[in-house]
């Protein structure tokens, strides 16, 4: 109208521009300090108990970028429809129905697309953190680009799996494919921060998953009684006597010169592993590996050391003994073995040959595993009587569970805020799709339809919309989550893939419910005008 009555192009562009930039300048301000609140909130709840939080810090290089980012983002986003808007010829603007130009620009992005794919596949197949992370970059921007042609067909589908429960959804689905080019943004944000939020809930799954795999897989019995100081092996028989004991074996932890360094030494019982499914080994077969270790000076070493150091069965390890130097032999690779004083973690020997070795030294125990007969309380009990604590494996699992969750938890938590932030980009684009659609509802109720079928229609549309987008960002969140894990994978933490029923059914009733209640109030405006209003020209 403002061409039709003579402004420029560039006049309108100018009044585009003004306007974005002045709702651009109101808004990084506070989204700046929103972001500042809540990395104040998560920093308080995330962190674990008993460590020292530092307080939170915002230089002027992290205010700068965010600033930086918050403004490109909106100066692209209002300038380049602004832009087109301008150069629109003015009888196309003034039609009634937007002109139906859109294939060819779908053909590009198809081609886009299927680029940005093949460049995803060559990435993970390269391997390497860098490699997967720029793989899941464009493999997300794939999933954007070809949103207009998969987008309407998931819909197509999910409308028919609906259509005994919802008449409507196959019209609905009809409207969303010859609409395409209108939702597709903003189904490929939802589906990105779905995807992003999926698959950091693998990752978190997976790493958990390793981590009670470590635990569950290092310990013999159901409770470790541990001590302040070595106690001696009398205890060990006095405590075995106990009616709620079944059985113990104990562990004694030494520091050791091994193979030039200094490291920690696990003594064991291997004959109480090997019948109780202690030690994961990984190589060469467990029973062959526990029992050659009461065979001769032999060792069990950790695959996160023996990667480290080079080491595989059979290399020769000088061991600074009582008596001079002996050469263990690295018997087997294990996943995981008892944490070292360092942090690291320790060789494992026999018991019996470390006290051949380094005598009197290598007496007694630190930590005594206990198969119990009686409650964990009787265990508790009996472990008080002589000084020692008893904190069953379980306690153990949840411990390290604990510690990785709050490792972790920061992940989760921007994953949950970007799906946030694209759920209130699905509101305001449904909102306005609604007020586009009124002319459309006005006609159709002008041939029969009902007030109620036409709010029934746009409410399913907007359904098959966030189901829709939400379904393809779930797929997309497993696709990259696996790479993401073999990248993830070190030796001794190898993360499985596991799926995250429960977040993906929690991501989708979130943002279809989101849809539904956004899109309610709009289409009861509009169902609820007459038909003459609809179709006035003003």
């Known amino acids: 109208?403002?061409?039709?009555?003579?402004?420029?192009?560039?006049?309108?562009?100018?009044?585009?521009?003004?306007?974005?930039?002045?709702?651009?300048?109101?808004?990084?301000?506070?989204?700046?300090?929103?972001?500042?609140?809540?990395?104040?909130?998560?920093?308080?709840?995330?962190?674990?108990?008993?460590?020292?939080?530092?307080?939170?810090?915002?230089?002027?290089?992290?205010?700068?970028?965010?600033?930086?980012?918050?403004?490109?983002?909106?100066?692209?986003?209002?300038?380049?429809?602004?832009?087109?808007?301008?150069?629109?010829?003015?009888?196309?603007?003034?039609?009634?129905?937007?002109?139906?130009?859109?294939?060819?620009?779908?053909?590009?992005?198809?081609?886009?697309?299927?680029?940005?794919?093949?460049?995803?596949l060559g990435c993970f197949l390269a391997g390497g953190s860098t490699a997967v992370a720029a793989g899941t970059a464009c493999l997300l921007?794939?999933?954007?680009?070809?949103?207009?042609?998969?987008?309407?067909?998931?819909?197509?589908?999910?409308?028919?799996?609906?259509?005994?429960?919802?008449?409507?959804?196959?019209t609905a689905a009809?409207?969303?494919?010859?609409?395409?080019?209108?939702?597709?943004?903003?189904?490929?944000?939802?589906a990105v921060s779905v995807a992003v939020a999926v698959a950091m809930s693998a990752l978190t799954a997976g790493a958990l998953d390793a981590s009670d795999g470590w635990v569950s897989h290092l310990f013999v019995g159901d409770t470790v009684l541990t001590s302040a100081v070595t106690q001696r092996d009398s205890v060990a028989t006095s405590i075995a006597d106990e009616p709620g004991i079944g059985a113990v074996s104990e562990v004694r932890l030494l520091s050791e010169p091994v193979a030039g360094s200094v490291l920690g030494v696990a003594a064991i019982d291997p004959a109480m592993f090997a019948a109780h499914g202690?030690?994961?080994?990984?190589?060469?077969?467990?029973?062959?590996?526990?029992?050659?270790?009461?065979?001769?000076?032999?060792?069990?070493?950790?695959?996160?050391?023996?990667?480290?150091?080079?080491?595989?069965?059979?290399?020769?390890?000088?061991?600074?003994?009582?008596?001079?130097?002996?050469?263990?032999?690295?018997?087997?690779?294990?996943?995981?073995?008892?944490?070292?004083?360092?942090?690291?973690?320790a060789v494992v020997m026999d018991r019996d040959l470390a006290r051949t070795y380094f005598g009197a030294e290598a007496a007694g125990f630190d930590d005594l595993l206990v198969f119990s007969n009686g409650s964990a309380a009787t265990v508790a009990d009996d472990a008080a009587r002589y000084g020692l604590q008893a904190v069953s494996v379980s306690t153990i699992e949840s411990a390290a569970r604990s510690s990785l969750q709050h490792a972790i938890g920061l992940l989760v938590a921007v994953a949950a805020v970007t799906v946030l932030i694209a759920v209130l980009a699905v509101v305001n684009t449904l909102a306005v799709n609604v007020r586009q659609?009124?002319?459309?509802?006005?006609?159709?109720?002008?041939?029969?339809?009902?007030?109620?079928?036409?709010?029934?229609?746009?409410?399913?549309?907007?359904?098959?919309?966030?189901?829709?987008?939400?379904?393809?960002?779930?797929?997309?969140?497993?696709?990259?989550?696996?790479?993401?894990?073999?990248?993830a994978a070190s030796p001794g933490f190898a993360p499985g893939f596991t799926f995250p029923l429960v977040t993906a059914l929690a991501l989708a009733a979130a943002v279809a419910l989101s849809a539904l209640v956004a899109t309610a109030g709009p289409a009861r405006r509009a169902t609820g005008t007459t038909v003459l209003t609809a179709l006035r020209q003003e």
Request: net charge positive; glycine share 14%; charged share 10%.
């Open 437 to 487: 659609g009124t002319r459309e509802l006005a006609l159709l109720r002008a041939v029969g339809l009902g007030r109620r079928h036409a709010l029934r229609l746009v409410l399913t549309e907007s359904g098959l919309l966030a189901l829709a987008a939400a379904l393809i960002g779930t797929v997309a969140g497993c696709l990259v989550s696996l790479p993401m894990l073999v990248a």
């Open 174 to 190: 009809g409207n969303l494919a010859r609409n395409r080019t209108r939702t597709a943004l903003t189904a490929g944000g939802v």
């Open 1 to 120: 109208l403002l061409r039709a009555a003579g402004a420029s192009s560039s006049q309108v562009f100018r009044l585009f521009s003004v306007e974005t930039v002045l709702l651009a300048a109101c808004s990084v301000p506070l989204g700046v300090g929103a972001g500042v609140l809540l990395g104040w909130l998560l920093e308080g709840a995330l962190t674990p108990a008993g460590l020292p939080t530092a307080p939170l810090a915002v230089t002027p290089g992290q205010a700068g970028i965010a600033i930086g980012a918050g403004l490109g983002a909106g100066l692209i986003g209002g300038l380049v429809p602004g832009l087109v808007a301008a150069r629109l010829p003015v009888l196309a603007a003034l039609r009634t129905a937007p002109l139906q130009g859109g294939r060819a620009i779908r053909r590009v992005l198809g081609v886009a697309g299927g680029g940005l794919i093949a460049a995803s």
């Open 141 to 170: 921007a794939a999933m954007v680009a070809v949103m207009p042609l998969v987008a309407p067909l998931i819909a197509g589908l999910i409308a028919r799996v609906a259509a005994p429960f919802a008449p409507a959804a196959s």
């Open 278 to 345: 202690g030690m994961d080994v990984i190589s060469p077969d467990r029973s062959a590996a526990l029992a050659a270790l009461q065979d001769g000076p032999q060792l069990l070493v950790p695959e996160a050391l023996a990667s480290q150091a080079g080491w595989s069965v059979g290399t020769q390890l000088p061991v600074q003994a009582a008596k001079g130097t002996v050469y263990f032999t690295v018997a087997g690779i294990v996943a995981h073995s008892f944490p070292a004083g360092d942090g690291s973690e």
